[in-house]
Protein backbone atom coordinates (compact mmCIF):
# COMPACT_ATOMS: atom_id res chain seq x y z
CA UNK A 1 0.00 0.00 0.00
CA UNK A 2 1.59 3.26 -0.57
CA UNK A 3 2.13 6.18 1.87
CA UNK A 4 0.16 9.27 1.68
CA UNK A 5 2.50 11.55 0.84
CA UNK A 6 3.45 9.42 -2.36
CA UNK A 7 0.07 9.27 -3.70
CA UNK A 8 0.33 13.04 -3.56
CA UNK A 9 3.29 12.92 -5.80
CA UNK A 10 1.59 10.59 -8.07
CA UNK A 11 4.77 7.75 -7.19
CA UNK A 12 4.03 3.79 -6.36
CA UNK A 13 6.43 1.65 -5.16
CA UNK A 14 7.22 -1.37 -6.89
CA UNK A 15 5.99 -4.76 -5.82
CA UNK A 16 9.16 -6.17 -4.62
CA UNK A 17 10.04 -3.40 -2.41
CA UNK A 18 6.90 -3.27 -1.26
CA UNK A 19 7.34 -7.09 0.53
CA UNK A 20 10.82 -6.46 1.49
CA UNK A 21 9.15 -2.88 3.48
CA UNK A 22 6.04 -5.11 4.53
CA UNK A 23 8.74 -7.76 5.88
CA UNK A 24 10.56 -5.20 7.85
CA UNK A 25 7.79 -3.49 9.48
CA UNK A 26 6.79 -7.22 10.83
CA UNK A 27 10.18 -7.58 11.57
CA UNK A 28 10.44 -4.79 13.63
CA UNK A 29 6.80 -5.13 14.93
CA UNK A 30 8.30 -8.76 16.65
CA UNK A 31 11.64 -6.40 18.34
CA UNK A 32 8.76 -4.22 19.75
CA UNK A 33 6.67 -6.83 21.20
CA UNK A 34 9.70 -8.95 22.63
CA UNK A 35 11.10 -5.86 24.37
CA UNK A 36 7.47 -5.26 25.73
CA UNK A 37 7.15 -8.63 26.66
CA UNK A 38 10.64 -8.88 28.93
CA UNK A 39 9.95 -5.28 30.03
CA UNK A 40 6.27 -6.66 31.21
CA UNK A 41 8.11 -9.48 33.03
CA UNK A 42 10.76 -7.73 34.21
CA UNK A 43 8.61 -5.46 36.03
CA UNK A 44 6.37 -8.01 37.56
CA UNK A 45 9.10 -10.36 38.53
CA UNK A 46 10.70 -7.21 40.37
CA UNK A 47 7.57 -6.69 41.95
CA UNK A 48 7.12 -10.13 42.95
CA UNK A 49 10.21 -9.90 44.58
CA UNK A 50 9.94 -6.83 46.34
CA UNK A 51 6.37 -7.49 47.84
CA UNK A 52 7.95 -11.06 49.15
CA UNK A 53 10.67 -9.46 50.75
CA UNK A 54 8.13 -7.21 52.42
CA UNK A 55 6.13 -10.18 53.61
CA UNK A 56 8.68 -11.97 54.99
CA UNK A 57 8.03 -14.68 52.39
CA UNK A 58 11.17 -14.99 50.11
CA UNK A 59 12.70 -17.96 49.23
CA UNK A 60 16.44 -18.09 49.93
CA UNK A 61 18.42 -20.81 48.11
CA UNK A 62 22.11 -21.80 48.82
CA UNK A 63 22.99 -19.50 46.52
CA UNK A 64 20.58 -16.41 47.39
CA UNK A 65 21.72 -17.18 51.50
CA UNK A 66 25.40 -16.04 50.40
CA UNK A 67 24.17 -13.37 48.83
CA UNK A 68 22.23 -12.62 51.73
CA UNK A 69 24.97 -12.82 53.96
CA UNK A 70 27.58 -10.47 52.38
CA UNK A 71 24.66 -7.71 52.02
CA UNK A 72 23.69 -7.61 55.40
CA UNK A 73 26.27 -7.57 58.09
CA UNK A 74 24.14 -9.08 60.88
CA UNK A 75 23.53 -12.79 58.86
CA UNK A 76 24.92 -15.38 60.62
CA UNK A 77 27.64 -17.10 58.29
CA UNK A 78 26.76 -21.16 58.26
CA UNK A 79 29.48 -23.34 60.31
CA UNK A 80 31.99 -25.26 58.00
CA UNK A 81 31.06 -29.03 58.62
CA UNK A 82 33.51 -29.91 61.28
CA UNK A 83 36.29 -32.62 60.50
CA UNK A 84 36.33 -35.93 62.65
CA UNK A 85 39.09 -35.28 64.95
CA UNK A 86 42.16 -37.24 64.52
CA UNK A 87 43.18 -39.80 66.90
CA UNK A 88 45.56 -39.33 69.29
CA UNK A 89 49.34 -40.40 68.87
CA UNK A 90 50.24 -43.18 71.07
CA UNK A 91 52.82 -43.22 73.27
CA UNK A 92 54.33 -46.16 76.10
CA UNK A 93 52.99 -45.52 79.81
CA UNK A 94 55.21 -44.37 82.45
CA UNK A 95 55.28 -47.09 85.07
CA UNK A 96 55.86 -44.68 87.65
CA UNK A 97 52.78 -43.20 89.60
CA UNK A 98 51.35 -40.58 87.97
CA UNK A 99 49.77 -36.98 89.68
CA UNK A 100 46.14 -37.18 89.40
CA UNK A 101 44.13 -35.87 86.86
CA UNK A 102 42.84 -32.46 87.16
CA UNK A 103 41.66 -29.07 85.45
CA UNK A 104 43.06 -26.20 86.50
CA UNK A 105 42.98 -23.70 83.82
CA UNK A 106 45.63 -21.78 82.54
CA UNK A 107 47.22 -19.28 85.44
CA UNK A 108 45.07 -16.27 85.39
CA UNK A 109 45.60 -12.68 86.79
CA UNK A 110 42.59 -12.57 89.82
CA UNK A 111 39.99 -9.58 89.46
CA UNK A 112 40.72 -7.26 91.66
CA UNK A 113 38.60 -7.36 95.03
CA UNK A 114 35.63 -5.07 95.31
CA UNK A 115 34.49 -2.61 98.07
CA UNK A 116 32.06 -3.82 100.34
CA UNK A 117 30.86 -2.94 103.84
CA UNK A 118 27.96 -5.40 104.83
CA UNK A 119 28.74 -8.25 106.97
CA UNK A 120 29.70 -11.10 104.74
CA UNK A 121 27.39 -14.52 105.39
CA UNK A 122 28.46 -17.41 106.59
CA UNK A 123 27.81 -19.27 103.44
CA UNK A 124 27.79 -16.63 100.77
CA UNK A 125 25.42 -17.60 97.91
CA UNK A 126 28.58 -18.19 95.15
CA UNK A 127 30.64 -20.33 97.46
CA UNK A 128 31.06 -24.06 95.99
CA UNK A 129 31.21 -26.98 98.71
CA UNK A 130 33.91 -29.19 99.17
CA UNK A 131 34.16 -32.43 98.13
CA UNK A 132 31.77 -34.77 99.96
CA UNK A 133 30.19 -31.91 101.95
CA UNK A 134 26.94 -33.46 103.35
CA UNK A 135 24.65 -31.04 101.65
CA UNK A 136 22.63 -30.72 105.10
CA UNK A 137 25.07 -29.53 107.37
CA UNK A 138 26.22 -26.55 106.88
CA UNK A 139 30.46 -26.22 105.95
CA UNK A 140 33.56 -23.93 105.60
CA UNK A 141 33.60 -24.09 102.20
CA UNK A 142 36.36 -23.76 99.72
CA UNK A 143 36.40 -24.15 96.04
CA UNK A 144 38.65 -26.78 95.07
CA UNK A 145 40.95 -24.90 92.32
CA UNK A 146 42.49 -28.19 90.92
CA UNK A 147 39.06 -29.52 90.47
CA UNK A 148 36.40 -27.04 89.93
CA UNK A 149 38.14 -23.89 88.25
CA UNK A 150 36.56 -21.23 86.57
CA UNK A 151 37.70 -20.42 82.93
CA UNK A 152 40.78 -18.03 82.84
CA UNK A 153 39.99 -14.56 83.49
CA UNK A 154 37.09 -15.00 85.48
CA UNK A 155 38.54 -15.72 88.67
CA UNK A 156 35.98 -15.25 91.62
CA UNK A 157 36.59 -12.80 94.35
CA UNK A 158 35.24 -13.07 97.59
CA UNK A 159 34.08 -10.38 99.44
CA UNK A 160 35.13 -9.92 103.18
CA UNK A 161 33.27 -7.91 105.66
CA UNK A 162 35.02 -5.30 107.88
CA UNK A 163 32.52 -4.26 110.47
CA UNK A 164 33.38 -7.50 112.30
CA UNK A 165 36.97 -6.55 112.22
CA UNK A 166 39.30 -4.41 114.59
CA UNK A 167 40.42 -0.88 113.03
CA UNK A 168 44.19 -2.48 112.04
CA UNK A 169 42.67 -6.06 110.58
CA UNK A 170 40.37 -3.90 108.64
CA UNK A 171 43.44 -1.44 107.39
CA UNK A 172 45.28 -5.08 106.11
CA UNK A 173 42.16 -6.30 104.53
CA UNK A 174 42.58 -2.73 103.00
CA UNK A 175 45.83 -2.61 102.14
CA UNK A 176 45.79 -6.75 100.39
CA UNK A 177 43.05 -5.48 97.88
CA UNK A 178 45.34 -2.57 97.10
CA UNK A 179 48.17 -5.13 96.17
CA UNK A 180 45.86 -7.63 94.71
CA UNK A 181 44.71 -4.63 92.34
CA UNK A 182 48.59 -3.88 91.54
CA UNK A 183 49.32 -7.11 90.80
CA UNK A 184 51.50 -7.59 93.81
CA UNK A 185 49.81 -11.39 94.77
CA UNK A 186 52.23 -12.21 97.09
CA UNK A 187 51.84 -9.09 99.26
CA UNK A 188 48.34 -9.52 98.79
CA UNK A 189 48.62 -13.31 100.60
CA UNK A 190 50.71 -11.79 103.26
CA UNK A 191 48.49 -9.44 104.36
CA UNK A 192 45.46 -11.52 104.32
CA UNK A 193 47.34 -14.68 106.16
CA UNK A 194 47.79 -12.29 108.73
CA UNK A 195 44.33 -11.19 109.18
CA UNK A 196 43.17 -15.47 109.27
CA UNK A 197 45.88 -15.95 111.46
CA UNK A 198 44.63 -13.29 114.24
CA UNK A 199 42.98 -14.40 117.52
CA UNK A 200 40.61 -11.46 117.13
CA UNK A 201 39.58 -12.22 113.64
CA UNK A 202 35.53 -13.80 114.22
CA UNK A 203 35.12 -17.16 112.95
CA UNK A 204 32.07 -15.74 110.54
CA UNK A 205 34.61 -13.96 108.26
CA UNK A 206 37.62 -17.05 108.33
CA UNK A 207 35.61 -18.89 105.57
CA UNK A 208 35.78 -15.98 103.13
CA UNK A 209 39.50 -15.28 103.94
CA UNK A 210 40.00 -18.90 103.25
CA UNK A 211 38.66 -18.83 99.66
CA UNK A 212 40.18 -15.67 98.83
CA UNK A 213 43.54 -17.21 99.81
CA UNK A 214 42.49 -20.30 97.76
CA UNK A 215 42.38 -18.41 95.16
CA UNK A 216 45.59 -16.69 95.65
CA UNK A 217 46.97 -20.27 95.84
CA UNK A 218 45.59 -21.07 92.42
CA UNK A 219 48.28 -18.78 90.78
CA UNK A 220 51.08 -18.54 93.30
CA UNK A 221 51.34 -22.47 94.68
CA UNK A 222 48.92 -24.61 92.38
CA UNK A 223 49.53 -23.19 88.58
CA UNK A 224 53.19 -23.00 86.44
CA UNK A 225 53.62 -18.85 87.75
CA UNK A 226 56.59 -17.90 89.84
CA UNK A 227 55.45 -14.68 90.84
CA UNK A 228 58.50 -12.74 91.99
CA UNK A 229 59.13 -12.72 95.64
CA UNK A 230 57.66 -15.62 96.40
CA UNK A 231 59.42 -17.70 98.83
CA UNK A 232 57.69 -20.53 98.55
CA UNK A 233 58.33 -21.42 94.83
CA UNK A 234 61.18 -20.79 91.99
CA UNK A 235 61.87 -21.09 88.46
CA UNK A 236 64.91 -24.01 87.47
CA UNK A 237 66.00 -24.71 83.95
CA UNK A 238 66.79 -27.98 82.85
CA UNK A 239 70.16 -29.24 81.85
CA UNK A 240 71.60 -31.75 80.89
CA UNK A 241 70.77 -35.28 82.49
CA UNK A 242 67.79 -34.05 84.69
CA UNK A 243 64.65 -35.59 85.37
CA UNK A 244 62.09 -34.76 87.75
CA UNK A 245 63.65 -36.83 90.67
CA UNK A 246 66.82 -35.11 90.03
CA UNK A 247 65.54 -32.12 90.25
CA UNK A 248 63.63 -33.22 93.30
CA UNK A 249 67.25 -34.29 94.99
CA UNK A 250 69.20 -31.22 93.60
CA UNK A 251 67.28 -28.60 94.99
CA UNK A 252 66.72 -30.44 98.38
CA UNK A 253 62.94 -30.44 97.69
CA UNK A 254 60.47 -32.13 100.42
CA UNK A 255 57.79 -32.53 98.58
CA UNK A 256 56.95 -35.88 96.16
CA UNK A 257 58.97 -35.12 92.30
CA UNK A 258 55.39 -35.45 90.86
CA UNK A 259 53.96 -32.05 92.37
CA UNK A 260 56.64 -30.50 89.67
CA UNK A 261 54.42 -32.46 86.75
CA UNK A 262 51.10 -30.97 88.29
CA UNK A 263 52.11 -27.64 88.47
CA UNK A 264 53.23 -27.48 85.17
CA UNK A 265 50.60 -29.68 83.53
CA UNK A 266 53.31 -32.32 82.33
CA UNK A 267 51.87 -34.39 79.82
CA UNK A 268 54.93 -37.10 79.77
CA UNK A 269 56.70 -36.46 83.49
CA UNK A 270 59.26 -38.87 81.48
CA UNK A 271 59.84 -36.42 79.12
CA UNK A 272 61.64 -32.96 79.71
CA UNK A 273 63.83 -30.77 77.66
CA UNK A 274 67.03 -29.33 77.90
CA UNK A 275 66.54 -25.29 78.76
CA UNK A 276 62.98 -26.19 79.59
CA UNK A 277 61.95 -23.56 82.70
CA UNK A 278 59.67 -25.79 85.47
CA UNK A 279 58.04 -23.85 88.31
CA UNK A 280 58.64 -25.95 91.75
CA UNK A 281 56.92 -25.46 95.01
CA UNK A 282 60.00 -24.93 97.93
CA UNK A 283 57.58 -26.03 101.14
CA UNK A 284 57.59 -27.58 103.15
CA UNK A 285 53.79 -28.57 103.45
CA UNK A 286 51.76 -29.36 106.72
CA UNK A 287 48.50 -30.13 107.84
CA UNK A 288 46.10 -28.96 110.25
CA UNK A 289 42.58 -31.03 111.21
CA UNK A 290 39.85 -29.43 112.51
CA UNK A 291 37.52 -32.05 114.24
CA UNK A 292 34.41 -30.12 114.43
CA UNK A 293 34.56 -28.69 110.89
CA UNK A 294 35.81 -31.86 109.20
CA UNK A 295 38.07 -29.77 107.51
CA UNK A 296 41.90 -30.20 106.81
CA UNK A 297 44.00 -26.58 106.40
CA UNK A 298 47.11 -26.91 104.03
CA UNK A 299 49.70 -24.22 105.20
CA UNK A 300 53.24 -23.79 104.36
CA UNK A 301 56.31 -22.70 106.66
CA UNK A 302 59.22 -24.30 108.94
CA UNK A 303 57.76 -26.77 110.60
CA UNK A 304 57.68 -26.52 114.89
CA UNK A 305 60.06 -28.11 117.18
CA UNK A 306 58.64 -30.76 119.57
CA UNK A 307 58.97 -28.69 122.18
CA UNK A 308 57.02 -25.63 120.93
CA UNK A 309 54.35 -27.25 119.13
CA UNK A 310 50.93 -26.83 119.89
CA UNK A 311 52.50 -23.74 122.51
CA UNK A 312 51.00 -21.21 119.39
CA UNK A 313 48.98 -18.07 119.77
CA UNK A 314 47.44 -18.12 116.32
CA UNK A 315 44.11 -19.18 115.27
CA UNK A 316 42.92 -22.06 113.75
CA UNK A 317 46.28 -24.25 115.18
CA UNK A 318 48.71 -22.87 112.65
CA UNK A 319 52.41 -22.07 114.08
CA UNK A 320 54.39 -18.99 113.64
CA UNK A 321 55.62 -18.89 109.94
CA UNK A 322 53.34 -20.81 108.32
CA UNK A 323 51.55 -19.44 105.54
CA UNK A 324 47.87 -20.96 104.64
CA UNK A 325 47.19 -22.75 101.21
CA UNK A 326 43.76 -24.01 101.13
CA UNK A 327 41.63 -27.04 102.54
CA UNK A 328 40.23 -30.27 101.72
CA UNK A 329 37.07 -31.79 103.58
CA UNK A 330 38.24 -34.98 105.57
CA UNK A 331 36.37 -37.99 107.30
CA UNK A 332 37.55 -38.89 111.12
CA UNK A 333 37.21 -41.72 113.40
CA UNK A 334 33.96 -42.57 114.53
CA UNK A 335 32.73 -42.69 118.32
CA UNK A 336 35.67 -39.81 118.21
CA UNK A 337 38.17 -42.36 117.15
CA UNK A 338 40.36 -39.41 116.01
CA UNK A 339 42.86 -38.76 118.73
CA UNK A 340 43.32 -34.69 119.95
CA UNK A 341 47.42 -35.14 118.91
CA UNK A 342 50.18 -33.39 117.09
CA UNK A 343 52.22 -36.23 114.08
CA UNK A 344 54.56 -35.98 111.82
CA UNK A 345 54.80 -37.70 108.37
CA UNK A 346 56.27 -41.09 109.59
CA UNK A 347 59.74 -42.11 107.61
CA UNK A 348 59.10 -44.51 104.87
CA UNK A 349 55.49 -44.43 105.28
CA UNK A 350 53.67 -43.04 102.06
CA UNK A 351 52.55 -45.76 100.35
CA UNK A 352 50.96 -46.06 96.61
CA UNK A 353 48.59 -48.41 95.80
CA UNK A 354 48.95 -50.52 99.48
CA UNK A 355 47.48 -53.71 100.73
CA UNK A 356 46.14 -53.44 104.01
CA UNK A 357 45.14 -55.67 107.13
CA UNK A 358 41.93 -55.15 109.30
CA UNK A 359 43.61 -54.94 112.67
CA UNK A 360 40.15 -55.81 114.51
CA UNK A 361 39.10 -58.25 112.07
CA UNK A 362 42.56 -59.81 110.34
CA UNK A 363 40.54 -59.13 106.87
CA UNK A 364 43.42 -58.96 104.25
CA UNK A 365 42.94 -56.48 101.43
CA UNK A 366 44.81 -56.74 97.94
CA UNK A 367 46.95 -53.78 96.46
CA UNK A 368 44.30 -54.16 93.89
CA UNK A 369 41.59 -55.20 95.36
CA UNK A 370 38.84 -52.61 95.04
CA UNK A 371 36.86 -52.91 98.53
CA UNK A 372 40.04 -51.77 99.99
CA UNK A 373 39.16 -49.66 102.70
CA UNK A 374 42.28 -47.00 102.09
CA UNK A 375 42.02 -46.44 98.65
CA UNK A 376 45.08 -45.64 96.70
CA UNK A 377 47.05 -43.87 98.97
CA UNK A 378 48.45 -44.10 102.34
CA UNK A 379 50.85 -41.64 104.80
CA UNK A 380 51.85 -42.74 108.05
CA UNK A 381 51.64 -40.99 110.81
CA UNK A 382 54.26 -41.03 114.67
CA UNK A 383 53.65 -38.90 117.26
CA UNK A 384 55.22 -35.72 117.27
CA UNK A 385 55.47 -34.36 120.81
CA UNK A 386 55.74 -36.73 123.73
CA UNK A 387 52.17 -36.37 125.00
CA UNK A 388 50.84 -37.42 121.57
CA UNK A 389 53.86 -40.38 120.81
CA UNK A 390 51.06 -42.59 122.52
CA UNK A 391 48.72 -42.59 119.26
CA UNK A 392 50.19 -45.51 116.92
CA UNK A 393 48.72 -46.87 113.66
CA UNK A 394 47.20 -43.47 112.56
CA UNK A 395 47.46 -42.30 108.68
CA UNK A 396 45.70 -40.23 106.39
CA UNK A 397 44.14 -42.24 103.60
CA UNK A 398 42.17 -42.38 100.78
CA UNK A 399 38.66 -43.84 100.68
CA UNK A 400 36.07 -45.77 98.52
CA UNK A 401 33.47 -44.70 100.56
CA UNK A 402 33.10 -41.12 99.29
CA UNK A 403 30.08 -41.03 101.73
CA UNK A 404 32.48 -41.11 104.53
CA UNK A 405 33.97 -37.41 104.11
CA UNK A 406 32.60 -34.84 105.93
CA UNK A 407 31.84 -38.02 108.98
CA UNK A 408 32.79 -39.96 111.65
CA UNK A 409 33.06 -43.39 110.24
CA UNK A 410 36.95 -44.27 110.06
CA UNK A 411 39.10 -46.05 112.70
CA UNK A 412 40.39 -43.15 113.45
CA UNK A 413 42.14 -42.86 110.28
CA UNK A 414 41.87 -38.91 108.17
CA UNK A 415 39.86 -40.03 105.08
CA UNK A 416 40.07 -37.80 102.06
CA UNK A 417 38.72 -38.15 98.68
CA UNK A 418 40.52 -39.89 95.67
CA UNK A 419 41.56 -36.91 93.84
CA UNK A 420 42.47 -35.10 97.53
CA UNK A 421 44.41 -37.67 98.52
CA UNK A 422 47.05 -37.53 95.94
CA UNK A 423 47.59 -34.07 96.35
CA UNK A 424 48.44 -33.86 99.65
CA UNK A 425 50.54 -37.20 99.27
CA UNK A 426 52.31 -35.23 97.03
CA UNK A 427 52.80 -32.37 99.67
CA UNK A 428 53.31 -34.17 103.10
CA UNK A 429 56.93 -35.11 103.22
CA UNK A 430 58.58 -37.62 105.82
CA UNK A 431 60.35 -36.52 109.28
CA UNK A 432 59.45 -33.21 108.03
CA UNK A 433 55.71 -32.60 107.73
CA UNK A 434 53.83 -31.65 110.80
CA UNK A 435 50.19 -33.08 110.69
CA UNK A 436 47.99 -31.60 113.61
CA UNK A 437 44.33 -32.35 115.29
CA UNK A 438 42.69 -29.46 117.17
CA UNK A 439 39.48 -29.74 118.19
Same mark, same amino acid.
Given at each position: MALASQNARGQRIPSSS???? &??? &???? @???????????????????? #?????????? !?? /?????? #????ADPLATESAPTPRPPEPAPERTPDPR?? *??????? @??????? #?????????? +????SLPMAGAPATRPQDTVRDPLISTPPAGTA??? =?? +?????????????????? =????????????????????????????? #???????????????????APGDPFSQVYTVVSGDSLPVINRKLGLTTEYMLIARLNKLADPSRIRI???????????????????? &??? !???????????????????????GWVYVRS????? /???? /??? !??????? $? $?????????? $????????? @?????? *? !???RWVGLDGFDDASKAHTGFGVHGTVEPDSIGRSMSMGCIRLSTQDVDIVYELLAPKVSVVKVVP
Open positions: VAVY &RAK &RRAK @ARVVLGVAALVVLGGGGLLW #ALWSRDSGNA !IV /GPQNAS #AQTAPQ *PAEFTMG @APRTLAP #APTLTQPLPT +APPHEQP =AT +ARSGLPADLANLVDAAER =AQREGKLVECRTQLNRVLLDQRTPESERP #ALRRWMSELSDVLVFSATADQKLKVANGPFHAVVSKSAF &RMD !IYMGDPPSPSTVGTSKLASGAEPFMVGL /GAED /GTP !IANFVVR $N $NSKLVNPSWV $NPRTGDRFG @ADDPKN *P !IGE
